[in-house]
């Protein structure tokens, strides 16, 4: 299967057969591609054409930059099959789930197309006679993009659709996870960029296929203005440091801890709907996966005992064969997974679920069910984002409580409130209430849409994607001040004469 979708998407053999390192499919842990890992020697020398790229594209008026996004939305609206199918046998996310991926990348290309004709900046009163003040938006130079292997091409998508109408060539080191998925993506672009015609230089887009010594490479150069870097906390702590150091700036889509506070008052039929979908969806692998119930006491026992049926009733197995459950992405993520189950136990927590599933089956695949785990106290082991399926279940008395309970995580991506009290609701979207980036009333954390910006605070980094005035963090912004009068007075009545 993977010849053909590859052979559909226009990625050359040579690309993805004859490497060294081998790529394997979560699914049933069989290999599916060798590639090659870049040096650092390879990395500066897509970094020198990467800027030569950009000298010639920051010069196509925007609105063009447009057109060539809209010629890559088409390619994915035609090849948005091979593409998800490719995802889900890449990292291993249940089709629909591919499928969906690739709408956003649509979505954005859609976004971006209509943001190339709007790229626009202020006029600004002045202080001085004759004199007009305004701000303008400048194309910044080639962006960093690293990617994470959860999401491996919408997360791109959104920041390259972006990029490209403001003017930018990028730079794309995907998780060494996941290279195919970034091969396919740049053979659809390439192939956008050929309709297009000369005006978009061929090293527009690269992907860099490397370990995190690439990334770092990549982090380290003052040439790259931006990195905009998708992964965990971890990773966001060693690239932080290293952008800041040599002033360049970073936007940091780091790990989440959502959590959702589930009233009394709430529909309990849809919130039990939008638990399963966030909790157990990705098999727990996505940044929004809902890890954390905050539910009033007064449910709490009703609330368990429907969603350990509904768990019980999970369909766990090949993504793409129309199950709900896929695998863990590796063993490691399995390791951890039950490590992490044996120390709640350990401290006294109750745990349903978490077991392997399909070993038979699937030597080398890592299926689990997803856990539910009931807590006492929010402890440090709660407050740790572990990237599986586990829902930790907390409950609360009064509403004070479970806001002090939800904000109290390091982490601050997204979150929800199920209530059919307006005070509640709007008191958690309120300054008072949720302190993360995504807040959500009778809806999941999870599933968000590309108008809206992505990204969340504290831990998460602060960084934003996607939609609202995004494209402004790929753009530099100028100040210009013009006299047309025939003096030349000093802003503040500075006399110097
Ligand atoms: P990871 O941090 O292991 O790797 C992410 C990327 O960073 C990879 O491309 C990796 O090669 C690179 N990398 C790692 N160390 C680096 C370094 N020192 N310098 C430069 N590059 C480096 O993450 P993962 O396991 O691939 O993904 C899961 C994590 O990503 C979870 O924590 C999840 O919450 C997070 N995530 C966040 C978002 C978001 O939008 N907030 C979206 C998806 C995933």
Request: aromatic share 6%; net charge negative.
């Amino acid at each position: 299967m993977i010849d053909t979708v590859m052979q559909r998407l226009g990625v050359a053999e040579s690309l993805y057969r004859d490497g060294d390192y081998p790529v394997t499919s979560p699914s049933d842990g069989a290999e599916i591609g060798r590639v090659r890992l870049e040096d650092g020697k390879a990395v500066d020398a897509r970094i020198a054409r990467a800027r030569q790229a950009f000298e010639q594209w920051s010069r196509v008026p925007a609105p063009r930059r447009g057109e060539l996004v809209r010629l890559f939305g088409e390619q994915l609206r035609r090849h948005k099959e091979d593409l998800g199918t490719l995802v889900t046998l890449e990292c291993g996310k249940i089709y629909q789930e591919g499928l969906g991926e690739v709408q956003e990348m649509i979505d954005i290309c859609d976004l971006a197309v209509g943001q190339s004709r709007q790229l626009y900046g202020l006029t600004i009163a002045s202080e001085r006679p004759g004199h007009h003040m305004r701000e303008s938006w400048h194309p910044l130079g080639p962006i960093g993009l690293i990617t994470a292997f959860n999401f491996p091409v919408a997360p791109w998508a959104w920041n390259a659709a972006l990029a490209l109408v403001c003017g930018n060539s990028l730079l794309w080191k995907p998780s060494e996870k996941t290279p195919l998925t970034a091969l396919a993506c740049q053979a659809l672009l390439e192939r956008a960029m050929a309709e297009f015609g000369d005006e978009a230089p061929q090293d527009l887009s690269q992907v860099i296929i490397g370990d995190r010594e690439a990334g770092e490479r990549l982090t380290d150069d003052p040439s790259v203005p931006l990195i905009s870097a998708t992964g965990s906390t971890r990773m966001g702590r060693e690239v932080a440091p290293r952008v800041a150091a040599r002033f360049g700036r970073s936007i940091l889509e780091l790990g989440g801890n959502n959590g959702m506070i589930l009233a009394p008052s709430a529909d309990l039929d849809m919130a039990v709907r939008a638990i399963l979908f966030s909790a157990v969806g990705t098999a727990g692998q996505r940044c929004t996966t809902l890890r954390r119930l905050i539910v009033h006491e007064s449910i709490r026992d009703n609330v368990l005992e429907r969603l350990k049926k509904a768990y019980t009733g999970i369909s766990i197995g090949d993504p793409m064969e129309g199950n709900l459950v896929g695998p863990l992405i590796d063993s490691q993520a399995y390791d951890q997974m039950q490590s992490v189950l044996d120390r709640a136990r350990r401290q006294g927590a109750t745990v349903f679920g978490g077991e392997r599933q399909l070993a038979d089956a699937y030597p080398n695949a890592y299926y689990v069910s997803p856990a539910i785990v009931e807590v006492e106290h929010q402890d440090e082991l709660v407050k740790n984002e572990t990237f599986a399926p586990i829902l930790y279940v907390m409950s609360y008395r009064d509403f004070d409580e479970a806001m002090t309970l939800h904000n109290d995580v390091p982490q601050g991506l997204s979150s929800c409130i199920f209530t059919s009290d307006v005070r509640e609701a709007e008191t958690f979207i309120s300054d008072q209430g949720s302190d993360c980036g995504i807040a959500n009333v009778n809806i999941g954390p999870s599933g968000a849409e590309i108008g809206g910006a992505f990204g969340g605070e504290k831990e998460t980094g602060g960084g934003r994607e996607s939609g609202s005035d995004i494209w402004k963090s790929y753009m530099r912004r100028q100040t210009n001040t013009v006299n047309y009068s025939r003096e030349l007075p000093l802003a503040q009545g500075i006399k110097f004469d």
